[in-house]
């Protein structure tokens, strides 16, 4: 009887992107399905943008001037990067290679063009889309964590909008209404994609007579 691989078992880590509007819980999703999926790591973006009082450099980013972005770009140490508001972004690659090569699942959290050119790049790559339950309750969140004036709401949520166009695009759609329920969901995607047969290592199939 042929024998097949234990499913859950990929030879090399998955790659997954998580996009969504800013403000929609990207991050904590993030945090606590690692707490659910000990074998799932963030590969962590390098930023021009200045670094804010509650982040932590090498931990929600790396900060580094345009000239150091820019040298790294030219050097080709980027999956993706794109500039947004004015600020550039981009995903190292030999951190994502290594983490997958180590069979550790990746998750990059980056936005809908990062996403784009991630999807040429590696077909392979699972995308999930993260949006709120409503714009309303979006705004009210923005409003809530109390980062940004106005004009940045207002700029944030037109943003939305231009994002969830992009949806799809996605693989995967995840309302974060709930965040147990939408925990679970993502909980159930890695599972579900640890199971397709194209990311499982399987014997070669036997000829017939």
């Given at each position: 009887m042929t024998g097949f691989a234990k499913p859950g078992a990929p030879p090399r880590g998955l790659l997954i992107v998580l996009s969504g509007p800013a403000g929609v819980g990207k991050d904590t999703l993030i945090e606590q399905w690692q707490l659910v999926a000990p074998n799932l790591r963030r590969v962590v973006t390098y930023t021009t943008r200045r670094?804010?009082?509650?982040?932590?450099?090498?931990?929600?980013?790396?900060?580094?001037?345009?000239?150091?972005f820019h040298a790294l770009?030219?050097?080709?140490?980027?999956?993706?990067?794109?500039e947004v508001h004015g600020n550039w972004y981009g995903t190292p690659?030999?951190?994502?290679?290594?983490?997958?090569?180590?069979?550790?699942d990746v998750v990059l959290r980056i936005d809908v063009q990062g996403a784009m050119q991630v999807r040429q790049k590696y077909p392979e790559a699972i995308l999930i889309f993260v949006a709120?339950?409503?714009l309303e309750e979006l705004e009210q969140?923005?409003?809530?964590?109390?980062?940004?004036?106005?004009?940045?709401i207002r700029v944030r949520l037109q943003n939305a909008l231009e994002e969830m166009k992009y949806i799809p695009q996605y693989d995967y759609l995840v309302v974060n209404d709930d965040l147990n329920r939408?925990?679970?969901?993502?909980?159930?995607?890695?599972?579900?994609?640890?199971?397709?047969?194209?990311?499982?290592a399987l014997p070669p199939a036997e000829g017939h007579e």
């Open positions: 670094q804010a009082l509650h982040e932590r450099h090498g931990l929600d980013y790396y900060f580094v001037t345009e000239e150091e770009r030219e050097q080709g140490a980027f999956i993706e990067c794109a690659r030999l951190e994502m290679e290594e983490l997958r090569n180590a069979g550790r709120p339950p409503s969140r923005l409003r809530r964590r109390g980062r940004d004036d106005e004009e940045a939408a925990l679970e969901t993502l909980r159930c995607i890695l599972i579900a994609e640890r199971h397709r047969v194209r990311n499982l």
